[in-house]
Every structure is written in structure tokens, then in C-alpha cells.
């Protein structure tokens, strides 16, 4: 989970380009809920992994991006997977607002 101090749909929209640039899996953009659901490529033949991305109003003139998935048993936060991916994707995310080019 992230605080940033940008607008909601300016921070969706870097999160769908974050998530393309990192190739990830986008399997549904939803733009009127600020909700995409994106696959996390399994690597060595492992299946991909399902990640749920939501950008929420926290009401305090802040915008909460949080990153969830299923836990499985890959270890947990941050050695897993999943959560080395949702570090990269949120990394991406605030290089993006801070005005870095797409790759």
C-alpha cells in the first residue's frame, strides 16, 4: 500500500502504463472504479499469478494505491514473487508522476 499526493485517475492512468511497461498481464482495465486486474507471468513453467491493483480517494487529499494477491506458498512480503513485483510496479508508478519517460 502507497500514499501519494496525486490525483486519482492521474495516478490510475500511470498505473495501467506501469503495469504495461513492466509486462504485465492487463486483464481488465476498469476505469469508473480505478480497478485493474493483472496476471504476474509465472516464471521456470509456474502459473502466473493474479494481482489486483486499486487506486483509492483516501479523503485526506491523498490517493491510496494498494496492490493485493493471493499468497500461495512463495514466502511472504517482500521475498515473494508477488511482492517483489508490486515493489517494481509501485516504483514505476511514482517514477512515472515524478515525470520520468516512459520506457
Do not use: K, N
Amino acid at each position: 500500500m502507497q500514499t501519494l499526493g496525486y490525483p486519482v485517475p492521474q495516478v490510475f492512468e500511470a498505473a495501467v502504463e506501469a503495469a504495461s511497461d513492466l509486462g504485465l498481464g492487463i486483464h481488465q482495465v476498469d476505469r469508473a472504479g480505478f480497478h485493474l486486474y493483472l496476471t504476474y507471468p509465472g516464471r521456470l513453467g509456474r502459473r502466473d499469478w493474479p494481482l489486483d491493483l486499486a487506486v483509492i480517494d483516501s479523503g485526506l487529499g491523498a490517493t491510496v494505491l494498494r496492490v493485493s494477491w493471493s499468497q500461495g506458498r512463495s514466502g511472504a512480503w517482500p521475498l515473494a514473487p508477488q511482492g517483489r513485483c508490486a515493489g517494481r510496479l509501485c516504483g514505476r508508478i511514482r517514477g512515472l508522476l515524478a515525470g520520468e519517460s516512459p520506457r
